[in-house]
């Protein structure tokens, strides 16, 4: 496929994940400084969402719920494989909605990660209120709206043969 290089690809892929990892960590300390040193006094609501305090040490729904361990190991796991997939892609325009859209779940899952390891839970403080949905972060909605766009992705714009860089060796 011919099509054009963009040699600043990695650079952006970079930027990207920086800037949302300080946003997502920036977020956290606003939430633990206004939430949670005033015991959540300082809830704000309006009909759609609220900002709540919430120490977890689980994944979504409560799920591993005090199994900071292994949810690291799978988390540092995914997130290795996802900058694989990352580095290898191709520098090419066609790509640039991948690469964008990978970097925003890598952020997200750094975000994250980056609380698990060293504060010993994720910061979560956005409640929805007008759905029972548990209460997440910055870096939450990062993943989820990534694998939306990259679920998208994968089934309107590429094919099953774009992929194949990911698995193809040199000299083959």
């Given at each position: ?32 400084n206004t939430l949670a040193v005033n ?5 704000i609501k309006n009909a759609v969402f ?110 099953d043969k774009d992929f194949e860089f ?7």
């Amino acid at each position: 496929m011919s099509d054009k290089t963009i040699k600043i690809r990695p650079l952006i892929s970079a930027l990207i994940i920086a800037l949302l990892v300080v946003i997502d960590q920036i977020s956290k300390v606003i939430a633990y400084n206004t939430l949670a040193v005033n015991g959540n006094a300082s809830t704000i609501k309006n009909a759609v969402f609220s900002f709540y305090y919430v120490e977890n040490t689980g994944i979504s729904f409560s799920m591993l719920n005090s199994k900071m361990a292994l949810i690291i190991v799978i988390t540092t796991i995914i997130l290795i494989c996802l900058l694989y997939v990352l580095i290898k892609t191709p520098k090419t325009l066609y790509y640039m909605p991948f690469s964008i859209t990978l970097s925003v779940i890598v952020a997200g899952a750094i975000g994250n990660l980056y609380d698990r390891i060293f504060r010993g839970y994720v910061i979560d403080f956005i409640m929805l209120e007008f759905i029972d949905f548990p209460v997440f972060n910055f870096a939450d909605i990062c993943v989820c709206v990534g694998l939306v766009i990259l679920v998208i992705l994968i089934f309107f714009r590429y094919k099953d043969k774009d992929f194949e860089f990911i698995f193809r060796f040199k000299g083959k």
